[in-house]
């Protein structure tokens, strides 16, 4: 089993990473991190490349990333929630699976053979508000052929507790894990 975890945090010893790494530590098969913040990867830039060819044009880590999306059984996005949204950096990754819209819309292919399960997971300590960032997520998630998606698992009270105290978010991870793992 292979999974791909899109990190949107900035901080790598945060809330958000607390979570990813219980998952990390518990997930059997291996896996992909991308840290939004410490890759390589360009925004798109809609230079329209993927309109006409297939993949991008913007040669960088996100290469990567496409090959691993082509074989992963599953994809995680894991972001603190800035302003109601995932954060800046995760939405310039996010922004690059362009080529897949373009591929179904321009060119009337499936880019991704293969159907993967999503899962998401938002922190934050602000106003209460993740519906916004929730449903970004899920929008990419599906333009990664993620259509079976787990319920959201969140920790949304991180100014008053750590994440990874949060008996709520970790009963979440626990179901996440068992739904990466099952076998339907």
């Known amino acids: 089993m292979k999974t791909l975890i899109f990190n949107g945090s900035p901080r790598i010893q945060g809330d958000t990473m607390s979570l990813v790494n219980k998952v990390i530590a518990d997930l059997d098969g291996e896996y992909k991190?991308?840290?939004?913040?410490?890759?390589?990867?360009?925004?798109?830039?809609?230079?329209?490349?993927?309109?006409t060819n297939e993949g991008c044009l913007i040669k960088d880590e996100m290469q990567e990333v496409y090959s691993y999306i082509q074989e992963c059984d599953n994809i995680l996005i894991a972001s603190p929630i800035y302003f109601s949204e995932l954060t800046g950096k995760l939405l310039d990754?996010?922004?690059r699976l362009q080529t897949y819209f373009s591929a179904r819309?321009?060119?009337?292919?499936?880019?991704?053979?293969?159907?993967k399960?999503?899962?998401?997971?938002?922190?934050?300590?602000g106003d209460g508000r993740m519906e916004?960032?929730?449903e970004t997520a899920c929008t990419l998630l599906h333009h990664m052929n993620c259509y079976e998606i787990h319920p959201l698992v969140f920790c949304h009270d991180t100014n008053t507790r750590p994440a990874i105290e949060d008996q709520?978010?970790?009963?979440?991870l626990n179901k996440l894990i068992?739904?990466?793992?099952s076998d339907n």
Request: glycine share 10%; with cysteine; hydrophobic share 45%.
């Open 105 to 115: 819309f321009f060119r009337k292919t499936e880019p991704i053979a293969k159907p």
């Open 168 to 172: 709520q978010a970790l009963d979440g």
């Open 178 to 181: 068992d739904f990466f793992m």
């Open 132 to 134: 916004k960032a929730y």
């Open 93 to 95: 990754v996010g922004s």
């Open 33 to 51: 991190l991308v840290n939004a913040y410490q890759c390589e990867v360009a925004p798109c830039v809609d230079c329209r490349y993927c309109w």
């Open 117 to 125: 399960k999503g899962a998401v997971i938002l922190v934050g300590g």
